[in-house]
């Protein structure tokens, strides 16, 4: 059987590469990270990723596969172990409507809360992550939205548990605390400090000034 | 105990139609229940409290939003007879990140070219247009989407095409122009029953977005 040759393309610092970094730990896979330099794209990723020119990209025996909740559906498909969907069909549908929403509803507004200057627009954005947060808070049953293991909606919002307390005190805003969201905050604890999750999270403090002089530099730019 | 299914849908919406014509592929009889948008019934809000929205499949009471994760849902359930995933996970990938690219891309691009005019209309246009030959270009030579079979993606974009005569009336062009590959796997899709009985007339789509520009300019 031929060698399995597997690399991800991404960068340290983005909550969507980290999905599947956390989706290839989970199911063993050993690959190549090629970190790429998005303000100068590479030949590479504009050959694997003609359409949207971004990262996440895996590229598997050459093959490439974009949007990292396709490319997380995906690895839980091409390996065996442990599975990140379960198996009923009902179940599968739940996990994939919530994987969404936090994409379509949730984070987007978290970031758009934070990296903007324009204050009605902040406001918009920040009602809305409000709302999107407490429609997770209601759905949190268990100890993980997979249950007893955490699955693709763990994994997704791996976005909501790191990144976003991040970039919210990069702004000083409120977004994701405690106080409002008390059961989404204990499984951010408790998801962060599984020992796969723990492996994949990138530094915080590079992160943290990473994000916190693009900040400055929207607020310089807008003056 | 028969299986209870009912779809909260309207007629004219693209992604409506790919669960009616998922639906009708797999040979499943359901309770279509027509929605008012601007006067959204009790049980659209209390089947799809998130977003308010349609398509809604309501299988046993149970209710499944988002028109690409309900057809993926139709297809593991009714899982007898015509699969709409290609077995291979490559495949199915690909499948999956051309339905959401449709998803993110078609209908925003429709808006922005649909009221605006002159350099915002045409710029809108040219990039519908560009969407439309990426798909075409997905499809390469292959019969459909799924390969020799009909599936997951054109189930995905099919509906799109009964917007077609809409987008090429405002936009002024020809899709058979632009994209005659891709009008050529439009007929292919209306072989099938499951498209040719469930999709609507062109023309009763353009007169109701007619419809509709008359109410909002009237604002």
Known sequence: ?223 | MADEVVLLDTWVSMFGMRVRVALAEKGVNYDYKEQDLKNKSPLLLEMNPIHKKIPVLIHNGRPICESSIIVQYIDEVWNDQSPFMPSDPYDRAQARFWVDFSDKKIYETWKKMWLSEGEEHEAGKKELISIFKQLEDALGDKIFYGGDSFGFLDIGLIPFSCWFYTFETYGNFKMEAECPKLMAWVKRCFQRKAVSNTLPDDKKVYDFVLAMEKILKNK
Not at chain 1, 15 to 40: H, M, S, W
Not at chain 1, 67 to 78: C, K, R
Not at chain 1, 146 to 175: C, R, S, T
Request: hydrophobic residues 40%; proline residues 5%; aromatic residues 12%.
């Open chain 1, 1 to 223: 059987m031929a060698q399995e040759d597997v690399k991800l393309l991404g960068v340290v610092g983005s909550p969507f590469v980290c999905r599947v970094q956390i989706a290839l730990k989970l199911k063993g896979v050993e690959y190549k990270f090629v970190t790429q330099d998005l303000q100068n794209k590479s030949e590479e990723l504009l050959k694997y990723n003609p359409i949207h020119k971004k990262v996440p990209v895996l590229v598997h025996n050459e093959r490439p596969i974009n949007e990292s909740l396709v490319i997380v559906e995906y690895i839980d498909e091409a390996w065996k172990g442990k599975s990140i969907l379960p198996a009923d069909p009902y179940q599968r549908a739940l996990a994939r409507f919530w994987a969404k929403f936090i994409d379509d509803k949730v984070f987007g507004a978290a970031w758009k809360s934070v990296f903007t200057v324009n204050e009605e627009e902040r406001e918009k954005n920040v009602k809305e992550t409000h709302e999107g947060l407490q429609f997770l808070e209601d759905e949190l049953k268990g100890k993980f939205f997979g249950g007893e293991e955490y699955g693709l909606v763990d994994i997704a919002a791996v976005n909501i548990a790191f990144w976003v307390p991040l970039v919210q005190e990069v702004a000083g805003l409120q977004l994701f605390t405690n106080d409002k969201f008390p059961k989404l905050y204990k499984w951010s604890q408790e998801f962060l400090s599984q020992p796969t999750i723990k492996e994949c999270l990138p530094p915080r403090d590079p992160i943290f000034s990473f994000f916190k002089a693009r900040y400055e530099s929207l607020l310089a730019s807008a003056k």
